[in-house]
Nanobody, 123 residues
Framework: VQLQASGGGLVQPGGSLKLSCASSGFSLDSYAIVWFRQAPGKNREGVSC???????KYADSVKGRFTVSRYNAKNTAYLLMKSLNAEDTAVYYCATDRYYDCSGYGSRSYNYWGQGTLVTVSS
């Protein structure tokens, strides 16, 4: 099972980025997909989750700015990030395991992680 997160980069404040999380060797269709981030010197934070049936949850810090989605035919999940600010600078990871919903997504344990993609918001 491999998850590959991509799409990070340098973006100016107020800008947008779209991250992708692609799976190989593991079908994501039936499971929730979660996005985490870890900023320098800070604990890892659960950012967003999309359940197997498309339900979504967001951390308060990103609500209204980030949108999580999934395209099961491509075995891929996405995180569209808008109105980015410096506090969004972090390494972003996707994760999954045999969970179907998003209850307590930020505190569950996950066996499958992407390698992380760096998002830097700076002028």
């Amino acid at each position: 099972v491999q998850l590959q997160a991509s799409g990070g980069g340098l973006v100016q404040p107020g800008g947008s980025l779209k991250l992708s999380c692609a799976s190989s060797g593991f079908s994501l269709d039936s499971y929730a997909i979660v996005w985490f981030r870890q900023a320098p010197g800070k604990n890892r934070e659960g950012v967003s989750c999309i359940s197997s049936d498309g339900g979504t949850k967001y951390a308060d810090s990103v609500k209204g700015r980030f949108t999580v989605s999934r395209y099961n035919a491509k075995n891929t999940a996405y995180l569209l990030m808008k109105s980015l600010n410096a506090e969004d600078t972090a390494v972003y990871y996707c994760a999954t395991d045999r969970y179907y919903d998003c209850s307590g997504y930020g505190s569950r344990s996950y066996n499958y992680w992407g390698q992380g993609t760096l998002v830097t918001v700076s002028s």
